[in-house]
Every structure is written in C-alpha cells, then in structure tokens.
C-alpha cells in the first residue's frame, strides 16, 4: 500500500497519533485531550505530526479509536440510564446469549448490567433508540447495544 497510514486514540488524559510512511518509517505524535470536544485534539494532533513530520506523501488510510468510551464503561462513569421495553424483554440484559461463557469456572460471576432492571421514567436525559443503533432482529444485540450507547453518549459528547 502507498500512501501514509495514520492510527489515532483519542484517550482521556491524552490524544496518540502514530504514522506510518510507505516506507516504512513510523513518527508519532501527542497532545492533551480536549474533554470540551474531543475532535479539536485529534485536529491539533494532526496538525503537530505535519509540523513533526512534513511530507507529500498522500493519505491512504486514518483510523481512530476513543479510549473515552472504553473506559467510561470500564470505570462505571457512564450516564445514569435506563431501558423502556416490553415486560416479556425485562431481563434480556441479565440473562444475556448463554448463562456461563466460562463452563470451567463453576465460581464465574456476570458482571452487572449497565442499566439496572428497569426503573421509573427519567425526564431530560439522553436517549438512544434501538432501531436507530442497531437496526436488526436480535433478542439480546439490539438493546445491549443501545443501552451501551445511552450509557457511553453523554460522556462521549461532551
């Protein structure tokens, strides 16, 4: 493949880019994050490699991942959520697609669900709906999937 290949991580503390020319030399380059907006670090991240690293080598491919989202779940720092569903779907988040993924660890305990089993209506909060995220027919994919996003979507966006 011709052309520059760049990876970006957009963390918490800290944005990463790390380039790879064609030829196979690597220059990376780090900046502050930017919780206000999260894109402006990515921007100013891009604009120190070219200063780093000028070059007229085109693009041939930009990546990026947000380490934000990752560790909003992981920490527990996501926004206080909740999941409107019918009552037959109510425990579709704790039964999950198998009871034990681990069937050689007979002490193996699921984590909890980001959103606890299913409370009073909350008024002004960020919504997220199913057919939006996830379009599709999966019994546990499409409200896991939207819970996370309802989850991860107010910290992201900050």
Do not use: Q, W
């Not at 009871?99 to 002004?124: F, I, W």
């Amino acid at each position: 493949m011709t052309g520059i290949r760049i990876a970006g991580d957009i963390g918490g503390t800290f944005t990463d880019i790390a380039c790879l020319h064609s030829d196979g030399r690597r220059v990376t380059h780090k900046v502050a994050s930017t919780p206000h907006n999260y894109a402006a670090a990515i921007v100013d991240t891009m604009a120190g490699l070219a200063a780093d690293d000028p070059s007229d080598e085109p693009y041939a491919e930009i990546r990026h991942a947000l380490t934000v989202a990752t560790n909003a779940i992981l920490e527990g720092k996501g926004a206080k959520s909740a999941l409107s569903t019918k009552r037959s779907f109510r425990d579709v988040l704790e039964l999950r697609r198998i009871r034990v993924p681990h069937l050689n660890e007979p002490l193996y305990e699921k984590p909890g669900p980001l959103v606890p089993r299913l409370r009073a209506a909350l008024p002004d909060r960020f919504i997220s709906v199913s057919h939006e995220v996830l379009p599709g027919i999966r019994e546990y994919e499409r409200p896991s999937t939207s819970v996370a996003n309802a989850y991860i979507g107010p910290p992201v966006a900050r």
